[in-house]
Nanobody, 124 residues
Framework: DVQLQASGGGLVQAGGSLRLSCAAS????????IGWFRQAPGKEREGVSC????????IYANSEKGRFTISSDNAKNTVYLQMNSLKPEDTAVYYC?????????????????WGNGTQVTVSS
């Protein structure tokens, strides 16, 4: 069975950091791009960052550039999202997802598999 298990969320003060993990199983990890998406209450799900497991290229939404870093450990089939300088507006449920493509992408409809979410709450 395909599984994408997100973890690492929590409550943090503004300016703090969190590292999210997405552990994947049940598919050929190296053939997929893995992305992070988030959904705040009352808002649509949006892309945060994505990494290609083919060439390690990455993509970030504009608001996350310079604050978030995505990385992949192919030996562990795990993708990480290091989030620094967190802001209250980063509060959301964060999801990881996998797309069968060699390119990093934030196209929601292109994601084939979705994992559970992990709650990130940033207090002011």
């Amino acid at each position: 069975d395909v599984q994408l298990q997100a973890s690492g969320g929590g409550l943090v003060q503004a300016g703090g950091s969190l590292r999210l993990s997405c552990a994947a199983s049940g598919f050929t990890f190296d053939d997929y791009a893995i992305g992070w998406f988030r959904q705040a209450p009352g808002k649509e799900r949006e892309g945060v960052s994505c990494i290609s497991n083919t060439d390690d290229s990455t993509i970030y939404a504009n608001s996350e550039k310079g604050r978030f870093t995505i990385s992949s450990d192919n030996a562990k089939n795990t993708v990480y999202l290091q989030m620094n300088s967190l802001k209250p507006e980063d509060t959301a449920v964060y999801y990881c997802a996998a797309a069968y493509t060699p390119w990093a992408t934030l196209f929601l409809a292109g994601m084939e598999y979705w994992g559970n979410g992990t709650q990130v709450t940033v207090s002011s």
